[in-house]
């Protein structure tokens, strides 16, 4: 008992005016618990058939994210044929887990990624496989939120570094205006205009007859508005390198592409990783805009199912639910991007 | 008379009406200049005064710079390095250069050393071991270093880093070695242990250096050059130079009037 006393005299309660906003603190986080865990917890609803039962309880009605899981997770997917969506998501985790091992940091994680981002996409559609083909306008919920991001992360990170190199040339001007043009003109447009253009005006310009499904529109999208964003970044870690670098990899015969991708961008890259993560988890948050052109990925479908009128009015449950994956996410990816930075930076040697 | 268009057996690189242009500012004027073989030749001027550019018109490192431009012609090997066709990857490897700011990888001290013999393909273990042996013992370090080649090399301090960097230029065997001010960033008894290595490695090599330190110009170079707002002034032996020059601007910047 005393060594609690102990510690919170010395965290919580060192100085007066320290100890009085610590007060604060946890008066307000009490106050925001006494109110949230009676609803969510004590008067829950786990498992109810139907919606009155969460009616008369006036608690959260966790039956219906339980009734409506499949929908959250797969969306419209043949129900017949959810085992692929399970295996999907099996190999993300599988992934994840592979990726966690710091052994596991080279360059060959970027062709595991690959290869499990085209087994996945292969087995959701399924013909090539032998397996009855599901549409990709059936693809939908968590499963359609991790297509997203993984194909955005995994082809808009190179995109953005060849941006960046572009223009961070100075012997190519042509080349460096392209790349100049695009990074502020797609920066300079918000990302759901992007998607209204992929969806709706990029089909006006092709002959007609020649269809895109809207996945493949909404990735492109993705891609090039996270490219340019992750360009700006990719471009301040280069002007970090010390010109020094460039010289003496010049003076040593070097060509141009030896020396960005033996010496100059693994500095580069290396001390940018925080600022890179970071935009890949507002990429990972941005998919959810795919909604506006009625593409059900994981909130499109967890609005969906809250829209059910049988269900109507737990549209607070779903949004809860909602914020534990992507936070669940979020926190995995910038928990990750920390441990690369320290290992990277320990080592000194690339 | 238009100039013999060939290097011989003293010489070097022979440069020839050179002019030099960052974008619409002349840097040097009609430069004609031979650097002499197995010989250290010193460029010193004031600030400004286009040597550190004439340095990197010889291994063509203004390549790197947007706007650069350059006309006449510096013969290497028989070639105008100045010719678009020139396989600029290949003189580099030829004509070596070390820097003002130490410039190592951040790498081990090892690789380092290896990092040019690697890129032109050699991978026996043989090979590279015994180049990081020649070329640190070539620079003096071997000694210092030998126990800790697997560290970093950016545990060094200033003056190793610098002999690292020399180690690695001269790692790849290359004919000529250019220098650019590549004591001025050195404490006393660094510049010494650096300027001892020049002298040796002038058996093997052609050295220009670009100083602003006339003492060490006549300490180790056999000639010097002095050059003033682009142009070339003088050259001549070291000696004559720093004795008897024979422009007025010359004996005024040695004795320390201007510059």
């Known amino acids: 008992m005393s060594n609690i006393f102990i510690w919170g005299r010395k965290n919580l309660y060192p100085t007066t005016g320290q100890g009085i906003i610590s007060i604060a603190i946890v008066s307000l986080v009490g106050l925001v618990l006494w109110n949230f865990l009676p609803w969510s917890i004590f008067n829950a609803v786990w498992v109810a058939d139907n919606s009155d039962v969460c009616r008369q309880a006036g608690g959260a009605c966790w039956a219906f994210i339980w009734e409506k899981l499949y929908f959250i997770l797969f969306g419209f997917y043949p129900a017949e044929e959810r085992w692929r969506a399970w295996l999907v998501l099996a190999l993300f985790l599988g992934g994840i887990l592979y990726s966690g091992r710091s052994k596991s940091w080279t360059l060959s994680l970027i062709v595991v990624w690959l290869g499990l981002v085209v087994s996945m996409m292969l087995l959701l559609n399924g013909t090539l496989l032998g397996l009855p083909t599901v549409e990709t306008s059936y693809w939908g919920g968590l499963v359609l939120t991790i297509i997203l991001a993984m194909t955005g992360i995994i082809f808009s990170y190179p995109f953005g570094v060849l941006l960046a190199l572009g223009r961070a040339n100075q012997r190519l001007p042509v080349i460096r205006g392209i790349c100049v043009s695009i990074i502020e003109i797609i920066r300079g447009v918000p990302f759901i205009s992007l998607l209204f253009m992929a969806s709706l005006m990029l089909p006006l310009f092709l002959p007609s007859g020649f269809v895109i499904p809207k996945l493949v529109r909404a990735i492109v999208a993705v891609i090039i508005f996270s490219g340019c964003y992750l360009a700006e970044t990719v471009r301040g870690g280069l002007a970090a390198v010390s010109r020094g670098q460039y010289e003496a990899a010049q003076s040593l015969g070097l060509s141009y592409w030896k020396t960005m991708g033996l010496v100059i961008l693994p500095q580069a890259l290396s001390k940018v990783i925080q600022p890179t993560v970071g935009s890949f988890i507002s990429l990972f948050i941005d998919t959810t805009l795919v909604v506006i052109i009625s593409m059900y990925d994981l909130l499109g479908a967890a609005r969906a199912a809250a829209s059910d009128s049988a269900w109507l009015g737990f549209a607070r449950e779903a949004y809860v639910f909602l914020a534990l994956i992507y936070f669940a996410f979020c926190y995995t990816l910038s928990k990750y991007s920390r441990r690369l930075e320290k290992d990277i930076l320990t080592k000194k040697v690339h | ?259």
């Open chain 2, 1 to 259: 008379m238009a100039p013999v268009q060939t290097t011989n057996k003293t010489s070097i690189i022979k440069i020839t009406d050179l002019d030099f242009f960052y974008g619409d500012t002349q840097a040097l004027f009609k430069i004609n200049l031979t650097i002499a073989k197995n010989r250290i030749t010193s460029f010193i001027g004031p600030s400004g005064c286009g040597k550190s550019t004439l340095l990197r018109c010889m291994n063509r490192m203004y390549d790197v710079i947007r706007n650069t431009k350059a006309s006449g012609s510096i013969l290497f090997d028989n070639n105008n390095i100045l010719q678009t066709s020139t396989d600029v990857t290949g003189l580099r490897r030829r004509i070596g250069m070390v820097f003002q700011k130490s410039n190592p990888f951040a790498k081990t001290i090892y690789e380092n050393v290896v990092y040019g013999l690697r890129i032109a393909g050699e991978n026996k273990k043989s090979v590279l071991d015994q180049a990081v042996e020649e070329s640190l013992k070539g620079t003096s370090l071997f000694d210092e270093v030998k126990d800790r080649l697997n560290e970093s090399a950016l545990g060094l301090s200033g003056g190793q880093m610098q002999r690292l960097c020399i180690a690695r230029a001269i790692a790849i065997k290359p004919d000529v070695i250019l220098m650019d001010e590549p004591c001025s960033a050195l404490d006393p008894k660094s510049t010494a242990k650096v300027e001892e290595l020049m002298l040796n490695l002038k058996k093997d090599y052609s050295i220009v250096i670009v100083t602003h330190n006339m003492q060490q110009s006549s300490r180790i170079s056999e000639y010097t050059a002095f050059f003033l707002e682009g142009r070339l002034m003088e050259k001549d032996t070291t000696q004559k130079i720093f004795t008897n020059p024979s422009k007025k601007e010359t004996e005024d910047y040695i004795t320390g009037k201007f510059g």
